[in-house]
Each structure stands twice: as structure tokens, then as C-alpha cells.
């Protein structure tokens, strides 16, 4: 019973490619986030999400997309792949956005891009 | 903008050894500091720290916060090989009243623990 889950966890694409990752989560949170963790392990908030609205939008290009079709889901949509965004995508959630909860993380999704 | 810059970057010991890690931060406005463990996959939360000089403990774990010298530490006593990971530290900036967490990140610790 997983708690937060994304598919794929590999995924492997050419230059200029349009991808997508899916996330869910089974613990009834409000709140959901997209992370980036490049080779050096830095984790970067990308996107947040409350109840299906956007409420975190860091300095992203507009290639990369979310949607959140319902509260326990939070996709990413990245279009024109380029080398540069070869890393690990981690989802995710909270029970709240401002609260004293911990966010639960996925098990990562690992692009990369030839 | 907000920094997090975590030390050592790598560390090996071995088994039974203590070791100190250490999260040094500058941010605006404080709101928590977390610690996290990540071994191959998800990040798995450790403690979330908000006052000064209380100690979160879990088991051989345990870590405290000086909001002063803007710094925490995560110590792991008796390590065991599966403490191995890379120990990650987070800054959760207050920005303004009721805004949405928005994690800073250190690089990590890599910790090794040899048998």
C-alpha cells in the first residue's frame, strides 16, 4: 500500500520528445508538489498544488506542465525534451500546505534524455 | 534567497561510530527545519525542528536546532550499515501569513558506514 506512487520509474527518451509522469497519492492530502533532483542531489521545488490548484510555480520553462485532474493526483507533462532535464522527478504530498506536517515523498522517476 | 549548506558532503566510518552531521541556513523568515534520509529511492522524513535547543530523538537518531547561529545537527550514534544514505537537510521559509511550505534544500550528506 503504497503511500505516494509514480510511474514510470524509469524512463529513457530522445531530445525533442513530449513525456509524462504520473503521480498519485493514497493519503487523503490536499497538497502535492513536483521536485527536481539533479546529479549534485539538490532537491528544487518545481510546482505545488492544493486541492487541484496551483499555488507554487518556481522559475520552470513553460515546457513542463502539471495537472492535477482531482486532489490525490499531480502530473507532469514536459514537452520538447532537452538534455538538461535528465534527472530524478520525486512527487510529493502533505496534508496541508501550511502546516506542521512533513511532506511524504515518492520513490522518484529517473529521466533521461539522449 | 534562501541557502542550505550541509557538511561534510561525504563521510565513512565504521560500524559502532558516532557521527555528527551538520545544516547550516540563511533564510528571510524561519518557519521549520527538516531532516530527511534518502537511500536509493523516496526521501523519508527524520525530524521537523521549529524551536531552539529542544532535542528530537528517535532511537540512535536525534538532532537539534540553534536558530541563533542559524545551524541544526543530526547525530547518529552506534551506526549500523544501514545507516548508510545521503542524510538530506530542509528550510521551510515563513514567507507570509498562511503561505504554502516551500523546502529549501541542502546537497547532502553522503554517509557511509563500513562493516
Known amino acids: 500500500d503504497t503511500a505516494v506512487s509514480q510511474t514510470p520509474k524509469y524512463l529513457v527518451t530522445q531530445m525533442g520528445n513530449d513525456k509524462s509522469i504520473k503521480c498519485e497519492q493514497n493519503?487523503?492530502?490536499?497538497?502535492m508538489y513536483w521536485y527536481k533532483q539533479d546529479s549534485k542531489k539538490f532537491l528544487k521545488i518545481m510546482f505545488s498544488y492544493n486541492n487541484k490548484e496551483l499555488i507554487i510555480n518556481e522559475t520552470v520553462p513553460n515546457r513542463f506542465s502539471p495537472k492535477s485532474p482531482d486532489k490525490a493526483h499531480l502530473n507532469l507533462h514536459i514537452n520538447s525534451l532537452e538534455l538538461g532535464d535528465s534527472a530524478v522527478y520525486f512527487c510529493?504530498?502533505?496534508?496541508?500546505?501550511?502546516?506542521?506536517?512533513?511532506?511524504?515523498f515518492g520513490d522518484g522517476t529517473r529521466l533521461s534524455i539522449l | 534567497e534562501d541557502k542550505v549548506v550541509q557538511s561534510p558532503l561525504s563521510l565513512v566510518v565504521h560500524e559502532g561510530d558516532t557521527v555528527t552531521l551538520n545544516c547550516s541556513y540563511e533564510v528571510t523568515n524561519f518557519r521549520s527545519l527538516l531532516w530527511y534520509k534518502q537511500e536509493k529511492k523516496a526521501p523519508t522524513f527524520l525530524f521537523m525542528l521549529t524551536s531552539s535547543g529542544i532535542e528530537k530523538k528517535s532511537g540512535r537518531l536525534s538532532s537539534i536546532l540553534d536558530k541563533k547561529e542559524l545551524f541544526s545537527i543530526l547525530n547518529i550514534t552506534a551506526t549500523q550499515t544501514g545507516d548508510s544514505a545521503v542524510y538530506l537537510c530542509a528550510v521551510d521559509p515563513h514567507l507570509f501569513s498562511g503561505s504554502a511550505r516551500q523546502l529549501t534544500f541542502g546537497s547532502g550528506t553522503q554517509l557511509t558506514v563500513l562493516p
Open positions: 493519503l487523503g492530502h490536499d497538497t
Open positions: 510529493a504530498s502533505s496534508p496541508d500546505p501550511t502546516g506542521d506536517q512533513p511532506q511524504h
